[in-house]
């Protein structure tokens, strides 16, 4: 079961989340309001339409709240104990609808205000961000024609992915989300998110490619990964075997 947490432990981080989304939205010009999508809908429900930087804050704040799953999260935060911060909150299913309307302010945000600075040790990886089951692929409805089929290392799964560069202190440096079915070498990708990155990358077996190591090599990269079963051992400087 989901631990519900208290509205005064919730409500300062909450405020500053939304401050600051908000600020970055208008500061961007960036200020319009979510759309309902039929006559009927928007007649009916005009008083409860959300902000598109309140839609964000409740994404963001999500994943701080420590709850697994957002249906929970949402009817029980948002819509009790947050009902004076979020008094237009929409319906649970409204709000999933909502949340792809969001994504691209999020991204944004996060790139244009919160990227660390490269120290010469990056750290490359990418994750899978499944939008729902496989079986339940071809009723999936909020990010149809957008998510994508993909395989990880533990098998097929349907939506997007990750793919993340970080520092050794861990600040996110650069990342872009793609659909699920592109490689983790794809050249679309790796370029600009090594646009300010110089010196040392680590990355798993994903990323090993000759053809990439030579571009990003000319570069001022090395690129930097474990060695397959079936290839041979190279010479490799003592302080990158120890990193």
Known sequence: MNQTFSKKEFTMDLTEIFCAIDDYCTQQKINWNVKIL?????????????????????????????YREFKNYYLIEI????????????????????????????ASFLSNTRMGKCSGISFIDSTI????????????????????????????FYGFKLHLIINDRGEILSFMITPGNVDDRNSKVIFPLVKNIYDKLFGDRGYISQSLFESLYEKGIQLIT?????????????????L
């Open 79 to 106: 819509k009790k104990n947050l009902k004076s911060e979020f008094p237009k909150a929409v319906s649970y299913n409204r709000s999933v609808e909502l949340m792809p309307n969001a994504l691209c302010v999020i």
């Open 38 to 66: 039929s006559p009927v809908v928007r007649k009916r429900n005009r008083k409860f339409q959300l902000s598109l930087s309140e839609v964000a804050t409740i994404v963001v704040y999500f994943h701080l709240s420590h």
């Open 129 to 156: 961000l499944k939008v729902c089951d496989n079986r339940r692929i071809h009723s999936h409805k909020v990010f149809k024609n957008i998510a994508q089929r993909g395989k990880s290392s533990t098998g097929w």
């Open 226 to 242: 474990k060695l397959k079963k079936n290839m041979k051992n190279k010479l490799m400087p003592l302080v990158d075997k120890i």
